[in-house]
């Protein structure tokens, strides 16, 4: 069984921080990758950033400068780091990881079930 667990969503006020995390858990012998995904109420879901096992990056154009995105491979934890917020920061925030699980060739995707995340005065 895998089960990735996100923690750190809360409410803060425009220009504060937040830094969230996010655990895969279970038998598990390679990540490829882990990010964060938002949706906002009654709006597509977007990628946020993506780290690979190698340390390659990828951000939304909206968030770069103000967000960093960290692995720790030994403990297949993934933490992203959010400053300067901005109320359209909003949302519920997703981990998601392409790995594969002990004994099986192929990678699969997974996801968490979401941490809310609110930026308001």
């Known amino acids: 069984q895998v089960q990735l667990v996100e923690s750190g969503g809360g409410l803060v006020q425009p220009g504060g921080s937040l830094r969230l995390s996010c655990a895969a858990s279970?038998?598990?012998?390679?990540?490829?990758?882990m990010g964060w995904y938002r949706q906002a109420p009654g709006k597509l879901r977007e990628l946020v950033a993506v780290?690979?096992?190698?340390?390659?990056?990828n951000y939304a154009d909206s968030v770069k400068g103000r967000f960093t995105i960290s692995r720790d491979n030994a403990k297949n934890t993934v933490h992203l780091q959010m400053n300067s917020l901005k109320p359209e920061d909003t949302g519920v925030y997703y981990c998601?990881?392409?790995?594969?699980?002990?004994?099986?060739?192929?990678?699969?995707?997974?996801w968490g079930q979401g941490t809310q995340v609110t930026v308001s005065s």
């Open positions: 998601n990881a392409d790995l594969i699980r002990s004994g099986i060739l192929r990678k699969n995707n997974y």
């Open positions: 780290i690979t096992s190698g340390g390659t990056t």
């Open positions: 279970g038998y598990i012998s390679g990540i490829y990758s």
